[in-house]
Structure formats: C-alpha cells, structure tokens
C-alpha cells in the first residue's frame, strides 16, 4: 500500500514545477554544432506527394508506415540554391534524422514542410538558413532535439499550422526570434525548448490561439522573452522568460490567455508588459524577482508588471496570485502564505494583485491537495479488488 501510494505521489509530481537556479549556467551555455561525423554529402531533398519518396530522393528505409516509416537520414546537405529538404503535400509516415543543413543564406530554409502530416524531425542542424525549420499548413508533426540556431530570421517558424509537438529544440542566436507562430491554433504544443541570445524575441505567437507552452527557456533575448500579439486562449505555464533587454512577456491585442508558474526575473523592463488593447487575460503563481530594476524594498520608479488593458486578472478565484520579490509582507493574518496587503500593479488599468505570495513557487491552486486524495483513494481501491480477488481464486 505504502509502495503504490509513493508511486502515485511520485507521477503526480509531474504537476508541480519545482523552482530552478534562474542563474543556472548550464542553461546559458552557447548553441553548439550537432555532430556532423559520418555524414555523406547530398544534394537538397525535394519530395512533393507521397509518391516522391524514393531511394533517388534520400530516402534510405521505410514503406511510408506508421510502423515502417521512410528514413530520411544521416545527409550534410547544402541549402542553397534550393531548400535543404523540402517535403510537399504528404500524409506519409517519415522521419527527417540526423541531418546537418547549413548555408541557405537569405534565401532557403533548412527543412520546410508544407501541407504534411505524420513527420518527425529529429536530432538535426539547421543552422546559417533563412529559417532552420518552416512548417507551412502542416499538422501532426513532431520536431525533438534540433538545432535551429544561428539562422538569418528564425529558428522555427510555424504558418497556419496546427496540432504540431515541439520539444527540446534548440533555437538561439537568430536574427529575429527562436521561434514564431503565425496564424498556427488548435494545440500546438511546446515543451523544453531553449531560445537565447535572438536578436527579437524568444518566441513571437502571433495571430494564433489555443497552444500550450510548457517549461519553454527563452532568456536573454533583444527584445522581450515571449511577445503575444493578436492571440487568444494560450497557456503559457512553468516557462522562464528572464533576463531580456526589454520584457519578460509582452501582450499586445490578445486575451483570455493564462500564464502561470512562469519565472519573470531580472528583465531590463517589467517582467510582464500588457498592453491597453488587451483584456481578460489571468496571471497567477508567477515568479517576479528584480524586473526594471526592483529590489527588495518597494520602489515605485522600478515596476516589475504594467498593465494599461482591461479586466486582466492578476490572481486566481481560489486565493493565489503570484510572487512579488518587492512584496512580501506583512503575513499575519490568515491565510498564511498570501501578503495581507494587495500588490499595486503599475499602468492606468488599476489592477492590483490581491493574493500576493510571500514565497515564489506555491502549490498548484487548481488541483491543491484534492489529486494526491484521489490518488491514494483510487489506489486503496486497485488494493482491496486485489485482495478480493486472491480471496475468491
């Protein structure tokens, strides 16, 4: 019983964000090369239709299923005059591995789908293009463990695309963002992903709704981490959005979107910038340390969140808001944990953050301690069937 309740516990910790060294170095380390031994030279991959992928075109395995997919791999490939490999109007099931595409200049991106489904991109370079990866109407696709950094415009650029998965990509040190999702809605997922160091923004979402954001690093950035602009219902949970020269995320003509859990710290300007036309935005259990130059006392020259919209939330239904590193007393009156005096959030709307948190990283206000009850509850019940059924045999 003891066993299988720490097991619960254990799964049910992949809900809770633990805190992280905002100054850790590992996650600063600048974008590397993959490894490019072994590779054999090839001309840029053009595929349009199922029926191109072939053995002449680069193909090296597969029969375009979901068990036997086509293999695309192991290739150094130029990227000029032409795209490095580009996939057209397929619903095949392939994967794109361990490719090095490089010098597509201004020109020519490193991958490019369009209108493609079922593919995975996987462990490649795609560094010194125009974009290092382009998905243009495309869906259902996954890109893991690619470097997109070091590319004229973007690291990852999604258009009209949707229900695609992006995660642990590196995309730093582009002349305009890590990555971009324009007009891209429906559950575009994003997990793990680092963008340092681009001249713009770690991400632009753009024109774009219903994606989730998940402990995404975009630090250090020009301009802001994360811009949203003309977007709708995106979550944007656990991500680090610290040490930009401008904002930590900036909103633009968007709402109803949620961020939560984000670590907002030490920006040059305010950790969170929303603009007037934004409104019904909720912002609750985030981390504000040092933005704009606060400190640990109070000063209302150096803002840490402006807020010139409408109706935007700065603390939940159930009592939380978010950590205040100029704001953390006085705590005496119950509940503990909340500053009995609201946090002033700078900017004309008025907004205030009632719930203010004396410490950064509370427990998750949506789910408390009910999961963890429900949990031993469900497996007390898998214990006495269990036991029911060793009586009955």
């Known amino acids: 019983m003891i066993a299988l309740t720490i097991c619960s516990l254990a799964m049910l910790g992949l809900l809770v964000t633990s805190s992280s060294d905002r100054n850790d170095a590992s996650d600063r380390e600048s974008p590397t090369a993959a490894k490019t031994l072994a590779l054999t030279d090839h001309d840029p991959i053009l595929i349009d239709g199922n029926a191109g992928f072939t053995n002449e075109s680069g193909v090296v395995w597969g029969s375009g299923t979901a068990s036997d997919p086509y293999i695309i791999a192991d290739w150094n490939i130029s990227a000029f005059p032409y795209n490095g490999i580009a996939i057209l109007h397929s619903d095949v099931h392939f994967i794109i591995r361990n490719c090095h595409i490089c010098d597509g200049s201004t020109v020519y991106v490193g ?87 681009n001249v713009y923004n770690g991400i632009d979402i753009v024109s774009s709704r219903d994606n989730i954001l998940v402990s995404n690093n975009w630090s250090s950035n020009g301009y802001d981490g994360a811009y949203i602009g003309y977007s709708t219902n995106n979550t944007l949970d656990s991500n680090n959005c610290s040490s930009n020269n401008r904002w930590g995320i900036q909103m633009g003509y968007s709402s109803g979107n949620v961020m939560l859990r984000n670590q907002l710290c030490d920006n040059m300007g305010p950790g969170m910038y929303i603009h007037s036309t934004s409104s019904s935005n909720i912002v609750f259990n985030n981390t504000f340390i040092g933005n704009n130059g606060a400190g640990s006392t109070y000063d209302s020259s150096h803002v840490q969140a402006y807020d010139v919209g409408t109706s935007n939330w700065w603390n939940n239904t159930e009592g939380y808001g978010n950590y205040w590193s100029d704001w953390t007393t006085p705590d005496v009156v119950i509940p503990y944990g909340i500053v009995d005096v609201p946090y002033d959030i700078a900017g004309s709307a008025g907004a205030k953050d009632y719930f203010p948190l004396t410490t950064p990283q509370a427990p998750i206000p949506e789910f408390g301690m009910m999961p963890f009850m429900v949990m031993i509850l469900l497996t007390a019940v898998v214990l006495t069937i269990g036991a029911r059924r060793r009586k009955t045999d």
């Open 111 to 197: 991958i490019y789908l369009w209108d493609c489904s079922n593919g995975t991109l996987y462990g490649n370079n795609c560094s010194d293009n125009m974009n290092g990866i382009s998905l243009q109407s495309s869906s259902n696709n996954t890109l893991s463990n690619n470097n997109c950094s070091l590319n004229i415009e973007w690291g990852i650029y999604l258009v009209s695309s949707s229900n695609n998965t992006l995660s642990n990509n590196d995309c730093s040190s582009n002349g305009y963002d890590g990555n971009m999702l324009d007009s891209s809605s429906n559950f575009n997922t994003l997990v793990s992903n680092r963008g340092f160091w």
